[in-house]
């Protein structure tokens, strides 16, 4: 009787199960890896730098770096698309075209976008103290900076015959020498972006959002017939991000509270309750840009 053999069908690249190569080990436990992945969601976007990183493995292929280098430079600008929409940028006041086509949107521009969000270079350079005369500069050195690693970046991509057809050590080196110019990358904007977030977090000062979220505890007047609120604390606030018009700020404290069931001569008659509790809250709230005073609330609110 003849065998048959059965045909194993390709079910295409299975994110979990990888060539475990030295040189896949040891890049995926690169810290500029793990670093890279936690800006990546889960799926398409992190099962692409993982098949980057096990198509290095694949010594039968002359081309396996410059399909890792394209593959890294790829991932970059997707992280900054998902940063900076199309929409975002074209909303904020400092959008100019820097390209050929309608409404056309540069990766410095999304960089810009993640760094100040809707904020003016001038708005930048008070924020963060800066003197226009020495500092006028600061904000396109930045992008300057920025454009400069991302050549880099898009250097090793191009096929060169130092790039082609290499062995595992000179693979690897140059693979952790992407993996830098990309931290490189990420630190730049994390780093600008996190500064830009603290000064904005110390001008909206925490009187001002406590006396905002202090008038807005509607929602206790269901706890009792008669809820007033004796004082809250605010516990935390940060600056969740910063858009092409707003300022979100989230936070969270405990509101202190008299409770009364009944009204005021039925607790004169003995037949109302009172007592005081307290109750943790959170809130999300947006400062408008050109007036960081100007607070409201979010669609989350309190």
């Not at 991000?241 to 009364?260: H, N, P, W």
Request: proline share 1%; with cysteine; net charge negative.
């Amino acid at each position: 009787m003849a065998k048959v053999q059965r045909r194993k069908q390709n079910k295409g690249f299975r994110s979990l199960k990888h060539n475990r190569t030295v040189i896949y080990r040891h890049l995926i436990n690169n810290a500029n890896s793990i670093k890279i992945l936690e800006h990546l969601g889960v799926g398409f976007e992190r099962d692409l730098f993982l098949a980057a990183l096990n198509n290095l493995s694949d010594k039968g292929n002359p081309l396996r770096f410059n399909n890792f280098a394209y593959c890294m430079r790829e991932i970059i600008t997707l992280i900054l698309a998902k940063y900076s929409s199309d929409e975002d940028v074209l909303n904020c006041h400092w959008y100019k075209n820097e390209t050929d086509k309608e409404g056309g949107v540069t990766r410095a521009q999304r960089v810009k976008y993640s760094i100040q969000g809707g904020f003016t270079d001038e708005k930048v350079f008070e924020l963060l103290g800066l003197d226009e005369e020495d500092d006028k500069e600061f904000i396109e050195d930045k992008l300057k900076d920025f454009s400069k690693r991302f050549r880099e970046l898009n250097e090793h991509t191009h096929l060169r015959e130092k790039r082609f057809n290499i062995g595992d050590v000179l693979c690897e080196a140059l693979a952790s020498q992407v993996l830098d110019v990309m931290d490189s990358i990420l630190t730049l904007i994390e780093g600008l972006r996190e500064e830009v977030k603290l000064h904005v977090a110390g001008e909206i000062d925490e009187a001002l959002i406590s006396e905002f979220v202090s008038t807005t505890f509607d929602d206790l007047d269901i706890l009792s017939t008669h809820t007033t609120v004796d004082y809250s604390e605010l516990d935390s606030y940060h600056v969740e991000s910063i858009s092409s018009d707003y300022a979100v700020i989230k936070g969270y404290g405990t509101v202190y509270c008299d409770l009364q069931w009944g009204s005021g001569s039925d607790m004169r008659n003995g037949i109302g309750a009172s007592m005081s509790d307290s109750f943790p809250y959170d809130f999300t709230i947006r400062a408008k840009l050109t007036d960081l005073k100007r607070l409201e609330l979010s669609e989350e609110g309190i």
